[in-house]
């Protein structure tokens, strides 16, 4: 893999100018707006990516890994891997740069996904959390964007900014707080059976 998916902490004098946003667009997709697309998909990502493993401040890790790609291809770096490839092999280490512990929700309705279909977290070995963690981006990759945009947005904030987005939700829809819940709930339910079909074929191989 290219030297750039092991490098250190983004330089803290380094800022995403335009050519280098400009460079990372292309490395998406020489169509600009397929990468512009890709672009806000991959943020998306990698927000979950941080979200999930218990980070309180995954937007900033996202912008964080992207700007680090972006810093490698101002420079000159020549990246042979497929960009979700190289963006995940970056997050991971930004991710283990943090050395936080999983975050324990305050209830069950607060359980992400992901954690809903753990038998725990805690008791879990780091392999074991890898793979939970891996099923749950190949799930929510699978779902409808919209879908995916609701449960990613139902979900996501501290719990104050969380109540005030889900009535943001439901009034966009035209439909009641209860009826968001419902819908919201099919989901996580359909992502629960997912990611335990996913768990099932790491265990059978």
């Given at each position: 893999?290219?030297?750039?998916?092991?490098?250190?902490?983004?330089?803290?004098?380094?800022?995403?100018?335009g050519?280098?946003l400009?460079?990372?667009?292309?490395?998406?997709?020489?169509?600009?707006?397929?990468a512009?697309?890709?672009?806000?998909?991959?943020?998306?990502?990698?927000?979950?990516?941080?979200?999930?493993?218990?980070?309180?401040?995954?937007d900033?890790?996202?912008?964080?890994?992207?700007?680090?790609?972006?810093?490698?291809?101002?420079?000159?770096?020549?990246?042979?891997?497929?960009?979700?490839?190289y963006?995940?092999?970056?997050?991971?280490?930004?991710?283990r740069?943090?050395?936080?512990?999983?975050?324990?929700?305050?209830?069950?309705?607060?359980?992400?996904?992901s954690?809903?279909?753990?038998?725990?977290?805690?008791?879990?070995?780091h392999?074991?959390r890898?793979?939970?963690?891996?099923?749950?981006?190949?799930?929510l990759?699978?779902?409808?964007?919209?879908?995916?945009?609701?449960?990613?947005?139902?979900?996501?904030?501290?719990?104050s900014?969380?109540?005030?987005?889900?009535k943001e939700?439901?009034?966009?829809?035209?439909?009641?707080?209860n009826?968001?819940?419902?819908?919201v709930?099919?989901?996580?339910?359909?992502?629960?059976?997912?990611?335990?079909?996913?768990?099932?074929?790491?265990?059978?191989?």
């Amino acid at each position: 893999m290219s030297r750039g998916a092991r490098l250190s902490s983004t330089r803290k004098d380094w800022a995403l100018t335009g050519d280098a946003l400009s460079r990372l667009l292309n490395y998406l997709d020489p169509n600009q707006d397929l990468a512009a697309e890709e672009y806000e998909r991959l943020r998306q990502m990698l927000i979950v990516f941080f979200q999930y493993r218990g980070l309180t401040n995954p937007d900033q890790l996202a912008d964080d890994t992207i700007n680090r790609v972006a810093r490698r291809l101002s420079e000159g770096e020549q990246i042979d891997a497929s960009p979700r490839t190289y963006f995940y092999a970056v997050a991971r280490n930004v991710w283990r740069e943090q050395l936080v512990s999983p975050r324990v929700p305050a209830s069950v309705d607060d359980l992400p996904p992901s954690v809903l279909a753990m038998d725990s977290i805690a008791e879990s070995t780091h392999i074991e959390r890898e793979q939970r963690f891996e099923c749950l981006e190949r799930c929510l990759a699978q779902l409808p964007p919209d879908t995916r945009e609701l449960i990613l947005n139902y979900y996501h904030g501290e719990k104050s900014s969380k109540i005030q987005t889900r009535k943001e939700l439901a009034a966009q829809l035209g439909i009641q707080p209860n009826a968001l819940r419902i819908r919201v709930c099919r989901i996580r339910d359909k992502l629960e059976q997912c990611v335990r079909n996913c768990l099932d074929e790491y265990a059978n191989h």
